[in-house]
């Protein structure tokens, strides 16, 4: 018997089961051999059943480990080409960057670099209209079920390095933060998963992107769930985690597990300094706006530019990186390539006309290089324009007040943080990723303070991100990780259904229960006697009386919820959906704006699936940019 019972569970006798029903499909399959192979794959994805949470999870380690050996690449190539076009020519000659003799060549090798990517996302990517980084990847998550095209992480990686190892002035964090979430799309839609799924696993690519690249975890799970996702729920927090870690222990495999920034230890010297975080916060709210302002300014410009004299696209990132080297030329400081600027600055080394030139003009760069059709982030220029205001308002506020105040260095580490919350509108990633690139806790108080302050001066100065700028030229308002400017036209009255279940307030608990042993429904409604909503009975008030036995001689306004969310019929679907995602709720009731009555209730999933009908008709055009 037990010999029978090995033989029936036997790995090698199902392995051979297997191949013949294999072989016996293929005999009368009529197909090319390529659609029977692919059609053999997908039953085998289909057996595996990865879709369940712990191989999930398994699948969440390989994006984690491919997205931290894909930064580490890109963190080397940067390398590779920024030393070889800054330093390893000076064995040709006198210093490219001081003698007379060379100071034409720096604006050559960045018009070169932008050249490069414009002539590869011209006949290579064929993109007609140069796309902007995380931007896109949000309106993938917003329209398009977390869909990005299959290429675009090699498209991305392959023109960031070649615009930032040549001197362009953008940050590498955004791009291989856009290249992680473009191969965690890829496996996704390689192994055909829902669309739920299929955005989280996005997300994890996002996450260990720049958790790889900052060396900190925390920060890139944040990012992925505060900047791209907008989804806060557990399902989705538990596979970005373990992809952040592994990209994390795979970059510090080659990289180091030193910090980013290798800073001097600070502290809040008094409690009365926070009143100059306070204004630095200001300070850096403010400058967050000019920094969009002038970033986007610029970029239209070159649109404007290219219509009018009707230049190639492919010559417009040259033009910008002619005029990157021009100016980078004098101070370089301002490459995209280099933190010595912010090192200088937060060791309270840096000399103020080098603080004050980068404050002013590293919006001005970016835009130039970047803005043009170039590729790179906007992190490192962020940090960079903060650290600036930082130093220069340190060294005021030290030099007043030398004895309630710390060193300059510390304004500018939390200005670095402030001005990047101002511009990404993500107060809490930036203060975690401060926090890890730092490893300096007693500034986290200041940090809080300033970069919070800091993205609601901006929010109150400018209603546009660095991101939902170009997202609301393209008609897509983006709120809680989904796309308002379609959900914001359809009435909750579409959606509504007047099916359900319902109980009066003074309807005994015992009926309550018979009901609740034969429907499959988890939620109730109550009302009074005027048909007026009262609350809901829900699942977790049904389990206590069950278990518990007590519900003899109750009624339903004994046990009913009262504290609900509701929508009425003047609601929109778009408030629906930001309520199902903020709350635990599977249905939401929806009463009469005039006499609180109830008319119907809205379920998660019926709405949820209705606006993305909504969004196909609508379609996208996220294909049109990367071919």
Request: include cysteine.
């Amino acid at each position: 018997m037990k010999k029978s019972s090995h033989i029936k569970g036997s790995w090698s006798r199902k392995f051979l089961a297997f191949f013949y029903i294999l072989f016996r499909k293929s005999r009368y399959f009529k197909g090319s051999p390529q659609k029977y192979f692919r059609l053999t794959v997908d039953n085998i994805l289909l057996q595996l059943n990865l879709n369940q949470d712990l191989p999930f999870l398994f699948v969440a380690v390989f994006i984690g480990v491919t997205t931290g050996y894909v930064a580490i690449v890109f963190h080397d190539a940067i390398k590779i080409f920024s030393h070889f076009f800054f330093s390893g020519l000076e064995a040709f000659g006198p210093s490219i960057l001081y003698e007379s003799y060379w100071w034409w060549f720096l604006p050559l090798v960045t018009a070169a670099g932008g050249l490069l990517v414009g002539l590869y996302n011209v006949y290579v990517v064929r993109t007609r209209q140069p796309g902007h980084g995380l931007a896109s990847v949000i309106k993938a998550v917003a329209q398009n079920d977390g869909i990005i095209p299959r290429k675009l992480w090699l498209h991305r990686t392959i023109t960031s390095v070649l615009s930032i190892g040549t001197g362009g002035g953008g940050g590498r964090e955004a791009p291989i933060a856009q290249v992680g979430a473009a191969l965690g799309s890829s496996v996704a839609q390689i192994l055909k998963f829902s669309a739920d799924r299929t955005r989280t696993l996005l997300g994890c690519g996002a996450a260990a992107g720049l958790a790889a690249v900052f060396n900190a975890p925390l920060g890139g799970v944040m990012f992925a769930i505060e900047v791209i996702l907008g989804d806060f729920s557990v399902r989705t927090f538990s596979p970005i985690v373990v992809a952040a870690v592994i990209g994390t222990v795979v970059s510090r495999g080659y990289l180091g597990n030193s910090p980013t920034f290798q800073v001097p230890d600070y502290s809040l010297v008094s409690n009365t300094e926070l009143v100059f975080y306070f204004v630095l916060g200001v300070l850096a709210g403010f400058s967050a706006v000019l920094f969009i302002k002038t970033y986007y300014r610029i970029e239209e410009w070159f649109v404007h530019i290219r219509a009018r004299y009707d230049l190639p696209l492919w010559a417009m990132p040259a033009i910008g990186g002619l005029l990157t080297g021009l100016v980078c030329i004098w101070l370089p400081g301002l490459y995209g390539y280099s933190y010595e600027a912010i090192d200088n600055a937060v060791r309270g080394t840096e000399s103020w006309l080098t603080m004050a030139g980068i404050y002013l003009l590293k919006p001005v760069v970016a835009g130039l290089s970047v803005g043009s059709g170039g590729s790179g982030g906007m992190f490192a220029p962020a940090m960079k324009m903060g650290a600036m205001l930082g130093g220069m308002f340190g060294d005021i506020v030290h030099w007043v007040f030398p004895a309630i105040t710390a060193a300059s260095g510390a304004y500018a580490l939390v200005g670095m943080g402030a001005v990047t919350a101002g511009i990404m509108r993500a107060p809490l990633t930036v203060i975690l990723i401060l926090f890890e690139v730092t490893g300096e806790y007693e500034i986290v108080l200041p940090i809080m303070f300033a970069a919070v302050t800091a993205a609601l001066i901006a929010r109150l100065a400018y209603s546009h991100s660095m991101e939902t700028y170009v997202l609301e030229k393209e008609g897509v308002r983006v709120g809680y990780g989904i796309a308002l400017s379609v959900a914001e036209n359809i009435s909750v009255l579409d959606v509504m259904r007047t099916n359900y279940v319902r109980f009066r307030d003074v309807t005994r608990a015992e009926k309550i229960v018979d009901v609740f042993h034969n429907t499959p429904e988890s939620n109730f409604l109550v009302t009074n006697d005027q048909n007026e909503f009262v609350g809901v009975i829900r699942l977790d008030e049904m389990s206590i009386l069950l278990k518990e036995g007590l519900f003899a001689g109750l009624i339903a306004e004994d046990i009913v919820k009262k504290e609900v969310s509701v929508l009425y019929d003047t609601s929109k679907l778009d408030e629906a959906l930001k309520l199902f995602e903020i709350s635990d709720y599977d249905v939401l009731p929806v009463l009469s704006q005039k006499t609180s009555q109830l008319l119907g209730i809205v379920r998660q999933e019926e709405a949820f699936s209705y606006y993305r009908k909504q969004l196909n008709l609508y379609g996208s055009d996220l294909d049109s940019r990367w071919g």
